[in-house]
């Protein structure tokens, strides 16, 4: 048992699935539904939960979903300078802007598929001169629509609005998929093949990819699918945590119980290397004082 005082923010129902875990393993828990959750603003920023600062506490845990994004981004922002969250409000920023996360993966030379963001005025150019059907279509929701045809294309572009920016990808073929959960710097998954869900060991390069994945999202937990193209993997879909009861279903494991050990190892590191800073201070500071000593030893001499 961790003694930590840890703060969880997140949907309502979302509470059930990380609560026994967290309570077994941490001196004090507090799940705050998002809707529920005060921020203040003004000469100073806080952030209530009831009667609870949540920049009180020694690590918050939030469980953002997308129709909330104004209120997480808020909350990362108001927190991250007084309590460490497990993901800052600058990554949030990114991962919810799927172009610009796109790019930053493939920056980190995480292999993509290939992407294209235009206005939906001009999409129907753009998809028959350059990307050809079929292609995906990225729908508000964050649903990915696969379109065959310029009629079906007509359709879903009316769901949009003029100028709205629009996700277009080209499929991909897939032999199966990896689903896997990265909690520091341990991972839990399993493989999609055929319609079947079966757990197994992590492929390494899978495992190293997801981990880099985590890297470049700046959090403390994500869960990634790969898609086997049978020549290699690529990233397919994010989301910052992880479908827990899929993932303890087919594997056995209580994802929950990684995110606890991961939360408080992170804390005793920093913990550590705060130690470890006076550990050398200190050693500076009687070296000075070992000096000054023989200085004035020096001084006193005939």
Known sequence: MFSLRVGVVGPREKACQVLPVFEKTFRKVVYA????????????????????????????????????????????????????????????????????????????????????????????????????????????????????????????????????????????????????FVAGNEVMAYRNEGGKRKAGNVNEKVRKMALQVKEVLKTDFCSVIFINTGKGYLVSDLALYPNFKLIQQVTGNDPAVKMATAIGECIEEKDLSVEDLLGKLSKGFVSVARWLSHEIGNFRSP
């Not at 203040?40 to 997308?66: I, S």
Request: hydrophobic share 45%; net charge positive.
């Open 33 to 180: 539904p998002f809707d529920e959750v005060k921020m203040e603003v003004g000469r100073g920023c806080k952030a209530f939960y009831k009667t609870q600062n949540l920049a009180e506490l020694d690590y918050v845990l939030l469980l953002p979903d997308g129709p909330r994004k104004e209120l997480y981004y808020t909350l990362a922002r108001l927190l991250e300078k007084q309590v460490r969250v497990s993901v800052r409000s600058e990554a949030l920023l990114y991962f919810w802007n799927q172009p610009l996360l796109l790019r930053n993966l493939s920056r980190a030379g995480l292999p993509i598929r290939r992407t294209v963001a235009v206005a939906q005025d001009v999409a129907t150019n753009v998809i028959e001169e350059n990307l050809k059907f079929p292609v995906l279509v990225n729908t508000a929701s964050n649903k990915k629509v696969l379109v065959n045809n310029p009629e079906t294309l007509k359709g879903v572009l009316s769901l949009f609005g003029p100028g709205h920016m629009m996700v277009l990808q080209k499929p991909v073929k897939a032999e199966a998929t990896e689903v896997v």
